[in-house]
């Protein structure tokens, strides 16, 4: 809770303030959670989250129908150049802006003062609704992927989509309880990481050595296919990167659990690019060992499982048992990878809601004291995605519109604060201990690029011809999105929301230059 809420006498013992409470404080933010996480655990809510050869399974469909296995290949050798450039503009600005709010808050803090406020808000609202698209995707991913195990094994069952929204529901509710105590969240994330990379090898090991044929080079790195409708390969193809992209997305995560990590100007940039390192190793030796593995590939188009990772691992074990539990492996670092995206989630509703940038800001930005927990921002979030999961039942093409909105969202909502930094000039701030000069320069146009790319590449329908149930409908949750904050924004965020100017006039009452430094010493 910022400091104007914190206590309502205003008594802030700044003396008793170790050196992360005191920048905080200098931010105008009071320590109201506590600092149980070490690097470890916040490179595995990092990693759990972005899982990059999980997400890769998850999105197969997609990838495989546009642009087959050289699409996969190659896409997430450029993606993990695109993702290294992103991550370096996070890491530059959450080492010199340690704050939960990440993306946000560095938009309230460089952009124009007259901007400042309505380019911190767009910020907070585009994270956060890309936030709730990515825990949407995810726990459809692994709701299909239950179902379709359960087809499997049951081959005279029909797979429909309400079936699906069951397990959906399910799983939410599931991750929901994970996310009530924060004593559980570093375990869990240390959990989840070793849940993720055991599942991985298992997989790379399992898949190449029992299955009973094996493709050539040529068909694992220059195999194209066009199953999309489009006449156009180009098109095609960059449909299809919504895939590989997937599997590096959601990189803030660690930025938004800045306020529970010691030295977070270190930390969170260790997190980011080691996430990015991790995600592409794990992923490109995945995709390759499971595309060598590949028998038929027309079946995994055709799967009536409607999970092709699936088919793939039927495929190469000949045991229908044994795929399940390959499967299985999937969804349990899919069910971890929930729970590390309901922890960021919940994370960016409660700081956005105590600068009062979401309605009910007072509600939702209370801290459970017992639980060390924002548990009603936590709540309202995934009341919020289990609403979403009702998309699902019109449109079978949803989660690729949700994988989508995730990718998109994400990326205007780390452009924006980017943009400022630009505006501002990149050597005008206190620069934090990770800082690289001209290679960040050049990373932050690449991210700016990248985002205007897939604003409108992405928005393409994914198949041709077009109908109501296989439509890219991520244009029209573009629309909603703006429509929701602009109508926020002018009739309450713009009078109540917490900026730039009330931050530092609070943070100035409560800090006298000269009296208090960090540590809690008197100077």
């Not at 124009?112 to 990515?134: C, D, H, K, M, V």
């Not at 991790?278 to 079946?299: E, H, P, Q, R």
């Not at 924006?416 to 000039?425: S, T, Y």
């Amino acid at each position: 809770m910022n400091m104007s809420h914190a206590d309502s006498d205003h008594n802030v013992d700044l003396k008793s303030l170790d050196s992360d409470a005191f920048n905080l404080a200098q931010m105008g933010y009071s320590q109201e959670m506590k600092r149980n996480y070490t690097w470890f655990s916040l490179l595995g809510v990092g990693f759990s989250l972005t899982n990059s050869w999980w997400g890769i399974s998850a999105a197969l469909i997609t990838g495989i129908n546009s642009g087959g296995p050289l699409q996969i290949v190659y896409g997430l050798i450029f993606f993990a150049l695109i993702s290294t450039c992103v991550g370096i503009s996070l890491s530059e600005l959450a080492s010199a802006l340690p704050n939960a709010g990440g993306q946000y808050f560095w938009a309230n803090e460089l952009a124009p003062r007259r901007y400042a406020n309505f380019a911190s808000y767009l910020t907070g609202w585009f994270a956060w609704a890309g936030s709730i698209f990515t825990s949407a995707s995810v726990a459809l991913a692994t709701a299909s992927a239950g179902v379709g195990c359960w087809q499997l094994s049951h081959p005279e069952f029909v797979i429909h989509p309400w079936h699906v929204f069951v397990g959906y529901i399910v799983i939410n509710c599931f991750a929901f309880v994970w996310n009530c105590y924060a004593k559980w969240l570093p375990i869990i994330a240390q959990v989840s990481l070793f849940t993720s990379l055991i599942s991985f090898f298992v997989i790379l090991v399992t898949v190449p050595a029992k299955a009973p044929t094996h493709q050539d080079a040529k068909f694992v790195f220059a195999y194209f296919v066009n199953n999309t409708g489009w006449s156009a390969n180009g098109i095609a193809f960059i449909v299809g990167l919504i895939n590989t992209n997937y599997a590096f997305a959601c990189l803030d995560c660690a930025t938004h659990l800045a306020e529970e990590v010691t030295r977070p100007e270190k930390m969170v940039p260790i997190a980011i690019m080691g996430t990015v390192a991790i995600g592409f190793v794990t992923s490109w030796f995945y995709s390759i060992a499971i595309f060598f593995s590949i028998s038929n590939l027309t079946d995994l188009f055709n799967t009536p499982t409607l999970v092709p990772i699936l088919q793939l691992f039927y495929q190469a074990l000949g045991s229908t048992a044994g795929a399940i539990v390959l499967e299985s492996l999937f969804m349990a670092t899919g069910i971890w990878c929930l729970v590390a995206s309901h922890t960021w989630q919940s994370r960016l509703c409660w700081s956005f809601a105590r600068d009062g940038g979401l309605p009910a800001s007072k509600f939702l930005s209370h801290v459970d004291r017992r639980l060390d927990v924002p548990l009603r921002a936590h709540f309202v979030s995934c009341v919020i995605v289990s609403i979403l999961g009702c998309l699902y039942l019109g449109s079978y093409t949803a989660f690729n519109s949700m994988v989508t909105a995730c990718i998109v969202l994400l990326y205007i909502s780390y452009a924006i604060p980017v943009v400022c930094l630009l505006i501002k000039g990149r050597n005008n701030i206190r620069h934090g201990p990770f800082w690289l000069g001209p290679v960040g320069l050049f990373a932050n146009i690449v991210l700016l690029l990248w985002t205007c790319f897939t604003l409108i590449m992405y928005s393409f329908p994914f198949v041709k011809p077009v109908a109501a149930g296989n439509m890219n409908y991520v244009s029209a949750v573009y629309g909603i999105v703006v429509i929701i904050i602009l109508a926020d924004w002018f009739v309450r965020g713009k009078r109540g929301y917490r900026g730039q100017e009330t931050r530092h006039e609070e943070a100035g009452a409560h800090l006298t230059a000269g009296e208090i430094v960090p540590d809690g010493k008197v100077a």
